[in-house]
């Protein structure tokens, strides 16, 4: 299996573009999650699907942030408008199901100027 | 607040030796409790975990402790070799959402040949 597959794996952008980020997740896994890692919060989780649903999204930050999930097999993060403070490395993960531990992808590093 | 605390920014082994990594929880609804390692540019890798019903888990050179009285676990490494630097993550999750974890800030682990 291929793992985890993020694109792109580099973003640069300007501050009020949007931005989209995509997702692979490992073929059978019915759960999937999107972690965003900075200096200042660690990594943080930003939203849960299970079973293509959205569970928990209480980590999304703001409304510019969205996620969707249109099938077992394909996620997106958009961030519209995008920020300076959006610059971050964004991962997606997805687990069995939701009591296994969850596989990563190598993430897609973000930088908004 | 930060619910999971790994106190220690880094930790310098030589080969051969021990390699122990401290993590603190509060948040006394998790009960499953997970370590990934991550290596530069890539994405966290699950390591090991333990449930709360247990205080021990041993896979291979790697063994992680509970002590849930103390919200306090550990791993352990034995022997530490050069290919386990890394930065070592502790996650915290409630069984049902393994997936779902609260990580820590990470401790780079360096095992010196």
């Known amino acids: ?113 | 607040d930060q619910q999971v605390k790994q106190n220690s920014p880094s930790l310098s082994v030589q080969e051969g030796r021990i390699s122990i990594l401290n993590c603190d929880y509060t948040n006394s609804m998790f009960d499953y409790f997970l370590w990934y390692k991550k290596y530069p540019a890539e994405g966290p890798t699950f390591l090991i975990s333990i449930s709360s019903i247990k205080d021990k888990n041993e896979d291979g050179r790697f063994t992680v402790f509970l002590n849930k009285s103390a919200k306090h676990l550990s791993l352990h490494i034995v022997p530490s070799q050069p290919g386990d630097s890394a930065v070592y993550f502790c996650a915290a999750s409630a069984r049902l959402y393994a997936g779902k974890s609260t990580f820590g800030d990470g401790t780079t682990l360096t095992v010196k040949p």
């Open chain 1, 1 to 113: 299996d291929a793992g985890v597959i993020q694109s792109p794996r580099h973003e640069v952008t300007e501050m009020g573009q949007e931005v989209t980020l995509r997702c692979k997740p490992i073929s059978g896994h019915n759960s999937l999650f999107w972690y965003r890692q900075t200096m200042m919060r660690g990594l943080e989780l930003l939203i849960y699907f299970n079973n293509n649903v959205p569970i928990d999204d209480s980590g999304m930050p703001e409304d510019r942030f969205s996620a969707k999930m249109p099938n077992a097999s394909f996620s997106t993060l958009k961030i519209q408008p995008s920020e300076p403070r959006d610059s971050a490395v964004y991962f997606c993960a997805s687990s069995l199901d939701r009591y296994t531990e969850a596989f990563f992808g190598q993430g897609t590093r973000l930088t908004v100027v």
